[in-house]
C-alpha cells in the first residue's frame, strides 16, 4: 500500500484511534431532545425533589393530630380536602387518609374512622433527592427515566457534548465503481450519535484529496476509497501529505487497507476502504469508534456481546484478525457462514452476529466458547415476549 | 378503581395488548431514511449482485488465455488495464493480475510473469445474490448492513411499516401536580418508533376526556394522569363511555392503576397513571409495547435480558408483579436498590437495570438466578473495550 507498507496489528490501529480522540465540547439542549445524549457534566439536583409534601396516594389531606381517637364507633369529621396522588399537600395539613379510610358526606366534610400519623402517606420533601443530590453523573448517556427525573428536578436545559459533525469523502476512481456506500454510512454515522455535514464524491487523485481534506470541516472527515494499492489509490498519500499519517494497513480482514490521521489542522480522519464489507468493518471498528469517542459515547462496538459456544468450527488466517460472521442455532450454539470474501455484505445481513477472531489463532474448534457479537433485533414476528 | 375494580394480572394484561394489535401500513421510505425501520415485506434481488463480472482485487484485467505459459523467464506482453477493486471488468477480460504478479511498463502493457486462469481474482456476477435471492424478509428491521446491500441491489426505496402516530392527552387535576411526564413519554415514544403527533393537556373531567377520545387521530392515544381511584380520576370511565375498557387496574407495581382499551373509532388507548415511577412502568410494560408491535419492532423490552445470580435478597408482596431496580457489583451480581415507592424515578436512574418478580413470588433468595434488563450504556469514561 502506499503511503505506510507494514501494516500494524487491529489492537494497536484501535488503540491508536482511543489515543488521539477525545469528546467534543457540550452545548446546551432542550430535555425533550436530550433523550440519547450524553452529559458533558454532573447534573444535580438545584432543590429538594419534590420541593414539598405532597400525597403518595390518592385520598384526603388532614391535620394528623385532628384523627387522634378516630375509630369505627368514633368518627370524627374534619374538612374534606381531596387529593389526588402527586399533589402537594394543603397548608396546615400533614398526613393523607386514604379513600377507603375515610367516608365523604356531601357536607364538605369526612367521617375519619382510624387515626393517622404525620406523614402518613406523604412523600416528604427531599425524598426522591435532597438539594444537591447527584442526578446523572457526567459521561452518563440519558434514557427515559432521566429524562423523567430531570424534568422533576425543573431542568429545561441540560448541557450536552455536542453529536460529532461528520464529512464523508468518496474518492471516485476512474473505472467506475457500481458499489454506493454513502447510504450505509450515512446510516452509520447517525447510528453512532454523528451528524453527516457533507456527503461529497471528488476524484480520487492525490491533489484533489489532499485538497478537500486540507479544507475538511467538521469534527471528523471519514474518506470513502482509494486507500488500497492500485495506482489511484491516492488517500493515505494525500493524508500524509497534508497532515499526520497514523496508520494505514490494518492486519484485520474483512479492512485491510484502512488508515488513520489528522490534517493540518488536526481534523481526524478515518480512511475506508471502497468494497462494501470492508467498507462496513473498517466503518464498525474505527470510523464508529472514533464517532461514538469524540461523541462521549461508550466507544465499544454497538451490539451485544455474549459467551457462546462453538458448534462448527470458525476458521481463520492465523497473523489477521478477522470478522466472523455466524448464525445461532436453537440451542444457542454459533455457526459460520460464508465469509465476506464470497459473498460480501450479505454475509452481515444474513448472520446472526460476528466473533472477531484473534490474530494469534487459526481460528477456533467445536466446542471453544467465544465472545460473539450479536444483532439484537429479531423479527417482529418472531418477537421475543 | 373506577371503571373496573378487578385488578387482572400483569400476565394478561399483555396478552390483552397483544392480541389486540398488528402492525399499522406500510409506506415507501427512501432507502437513505430507512436505517432502523421495519420491512413490511420481503425484499429480494431484482437482478443478480453483482450485475457484471467485477475485479475482487487492484490489479490489471487479463485474458486468462493469453497469459498461458507465462513464466519468470518468459514474461508475457499484454495491454495494461488497471482496474481498482469492485470495478466492471472491462469487455474482453476475464481474470485480474494482482498488482505484485505483473510489471508495468511506459509504453501502457504490462509484463506477466504468471498465467492466470479465467476467474482468478473475480468476483463473479451473482456471487452475492442470485436474481431473485432474498435479500431482507419482512418483519426485518434495517441495520446498517442491510443498507449496504440494498443500495447495492439497486433498491432506491423499501416499504416499511409506518412509524405509528401518537397522541399523548395529559389529565390535568383539579389540584396542580408538579409532575412533568410530557417530555419523559415524549422520549419514550421516539425512542420506541413512534411519532408524538400531538401532546395535549385537557380538564380531568369524565366530558372533556371522553370528548378527546371520541375525537382522537392517530393510531394510539396514551393518557397520562385520571387513573386511579380518586374522585376526578376519570380515565377508565371516559372510555368505557366512548369505546370499550379491554382492563383498568393490573396487579403490578408500579403501575396498578394502568388500563386499555378502545375508542369508538378502533384507536387503541392506553391509560397511564400520573406518578412518575408508575408512568414510566406502565408505559415501557404496556404502552411501549403497543408501540412496538404496531411499528412491526420486536415487542419485547428494549434492554438485554441477562441471567444473573442474586447476592443480596430481592423483595416483593406476592399477589403483585414488582419491577425491582438493581445494581450490577463487580462479580456480575446484582442487589436491591431502594424501592420505586421510596425514590420514585430516581431508582430508574440509579440503576444498572432491573429484575421483574412474577406475582406467585415473595422476591428471591440470595443465590437465586434470575433474568434482569440491564441499561446497555456504560459512562464513557468507563467504557468497556
Known amino acids: 500500500m502506499r503511503g505506510n507498507p507494514a501494516p500494524i496489528s487491529f ?7 482511543d489515543a488521539a480522540l477525545r469528546p467534543v465540547r457540550a452545548e446546551p439542549v432542550p430535555l425533550g431532545e436530550a433523550s440519547g445524549r450524553v452529559l458533558a457534566e454532573n447534573l444535580c439536583a438545584a432543590a429538594p425533589i419534590p420541593s414539598a409534601n405532597r400525597a403518595a396516594v390518592d385520598g384526603f389531606a388532614v391535620r394528623a393530630e385532628a384523627s387522634l381517637g378516630a375509630g369505627p364507633y368514633n368518627p370524627i369529621d374534619l374538612p374534606l380536602l381531596a387529593v389526588a396522588a402527586g399533589a402537594v399537600l394543603p397548608a396546615g395539613t400533614d398526613a393523607v387518609i386514604a379513600l377507603d379510610a375515610a367516608e365523604p358526606d356531601r357536607s364538605g366534610r369526612i367521617g375519619v374512622v382510624e387515626a393517622v400519623a404525620p406523614g402518613d402517606n406523604v412523600e416528604p420533601r427531599g425524598a426522591v433527592a435532597a438539594e444537591g443530590a447527584l442526578l446523572a453523573a457526567a459521561g ?41 456506500n454513502g447510504p450505509m454510512l450515512r446510516a452509520a454515522v447517525e447510528r453512532d450519535g454523528g451528524i453527516v455535514v457533507a456527503l461529497a464524491s471528488l476524484p ?24 488500497g494499492r492500485g495506482a489511484d489509490d491516492h488517500a493515505a498519500v494525500a493524508l500524509a501529505a497534508i497532515g499526520d499519517l497514523a496508520f494505514h494497513g490494518v492486519a484485520l480482514h474483512p479492512g485491510q487497507t484502512a488508515g488513520f490521521g489528522r490534517t493540518g489542522n488536526g481534523v481526524p480522519v478515518v480512511l475506508l476502504p471502497g468494497m462494501p464489507a470492508a467498507c462496513l468493518w473498517s466503518y464498525e471498528l474505527f470510523a464508529g469508534r ?52 464470497e459473498i460480501g455484505l450479505r454475509a452481515a445481513t444474513l448472520a446472526a452476529g460476528f466473533v472477531i477472531i484473534p490474530a494469534p489463532r487459526e481460528g477456533y474448534p467445536p466446542g471453544a466458547v467465544v465472545t460473539a457479537y450479536l444483532y439484537d433485533e429479531v423479527r417482529a414476528n418472531g418477537g421475543r415476549s
Open 11 to 17: 489492537d494497536e490501529a484501535v488503540a491508536s484511534i
Open 140 to 180: 452518563t448517556r440519558l434514557a427515559i427515566g432521566h429524562i423523567g427525573l430531570l424534568a422533576a428536578a425543573g431542568a429545561a436545559t441540560v448541557a450536552a457534548i455536542r453529536r460529532p459533525r461528520v464529512q464523508i469523502l468518496c474518492a471516485e476512481p476512474a473505472l467506475p465503481i457500481p458499489d454506493d
Open 204 to 227: 480520487r487523485s492525490q491533489s484533489s484529496l489532499a485538497a478537500a481534506l486540507a479544507a475538511a470541516p467538521g469534527d471528523i472527515v471519514l474518506v470513502l476509497g482509494g486507500t
Open 290 to 341: 472514533a464517532i461514538r469517542r469524540l461523541g462521549g459515547r461508550n466507544p465499544a462496538l454497538p451490539y451485544r456481546a455474549r459467551e457462546v459456544t462453538v458448534a462448527r468450527k470458525l476458521v481463520s488466517a492465523i497473523g489477521m484478525t478477522e470478522i466472523c460472521p455466524v448464525l445461532l442455532a436453537a440451542d444457542g450454539k454459533i455457526e459460520p457462514l460464508p465469509s465476506f470474501a
